[in-house]
């Protein structure tokens, strides 16, 4: 088992929370430059973010459908960050988690990371009943991914620095889908988009699921939590 730090950060805004990021990691990446020999994995960050649009490295601004003055009608801001993927919205009742940690205290490679990642959401899912899965050509977890009504439910977008990694991925819980309106999701125009209170047809204990996606991290990863 690595030893990783918890951190719930709760609701916080998505630029503090960046440059909160971005300190995690350099320190991360000063301890395995100096080769430090303790079990010592890195940090795992939950959080809620206020209403948020942000755009990957390699996404497209014609994807945010909205223009400035209706971001501020909407309460919303738009970043511009250094993950990769497309556009993607966070809000209230969004669980997003950002593991800073050094893949190589894991063993473990850039797509396995990912891989784990998805095996998280998927293992949660699980245990509401929920069978979802990848879809082929597109990052996230999906329901009925193999059909036409395919609709995401997690999306994914990290960036690795120097086998440090950031950002992670935000899981619909009792998230307000409406705000997906004003965006092509990842970059897609013919996908729906889904949370889990949604599919249950009601509001969902956010503090139950959280605790359930920290368990499944500490399996999935054999992570020991400080």
């Given at each position: 088992m690595v030893n990783v730090k918890f951190i719930d950060l709760g609701l916080k805004d998505y630029k503090d929370t960046?440059?909160?990021?971005?300190?995690?990691?350099?320190?991360?990446?000063?301890?395995?430059?100096?080769?430090?020999?303790?079990?010592?994995?890195?940090?795992?960050?939950?959080?809620?973010?206020?209403h948020v649009y942000t755009l990957g490295k390699s996404g497209e601004i014609s994807n945010l459908l909205i223009?400035?003055?209706?971001?501020?009608?909407?309460?919303?801001?738009?970043?511009?960050?250094?993950?990769?993927?497309?556009?993607?919205?966070?809000?209230?009742?969004?669980?997003?988690?950002?593991?800073?940690?050094n893949l190589e205290k894991f063993n473990i490679g850039i797509r396995e990371y990912i891989e784990k990642l998805e095996d998280v959401v998927i293992n949660t899912?699980?245990?509401?009943?929920?069978?979802?899965?990848?879809?082929?050509?597109?990052?996230?977890i999906w329901l009925n991914e193999q059909n036409p009504q395919a609709r995401k439910i997690c999306a994914i977008g990290v960036r690795v620095s120097r086998f440090v990694t950031m950002h992670g991925f935000a899981f619909n819980i009792n998230t307000d889908l409406r705000y997906y309106s004003y965006i092509n999701p990842c970059g897609f125009q013919d996908k729906g988009v889904t949370s889990l209170s949604g599919e249950l047809k009601q509001e969902v204990n956010f503090n139950k699921v959280q605790q359930i996606v920290k368990e499944n991290f500490s399996e999935v990863f054999k992570m020991n939590f400080e």
């Open positions: 960046w440059e909160y990021q971005e300190t995690l990691l350099e320190e991360v990446q000063t301890q395995r430059k100096t080769g430090s020999k303790s079990n010592f994995g890195g940090y795992l960050l939950f959080v809620e973010h206020p223009s400035e003055n209706f971001l501020e009608q909407i309460g919303a801001k738009f970043y511009k960050i250094d993950r990769g993927g497309d556009i993607t919205y966070h809000g209230p009742g969004q669980l997003v988690c950002y593991p800073i940690i899912l699980l245990c509401f009943e929920i069978k979802a899965g990848r879809q082929a050509g597109a990052t996230g």
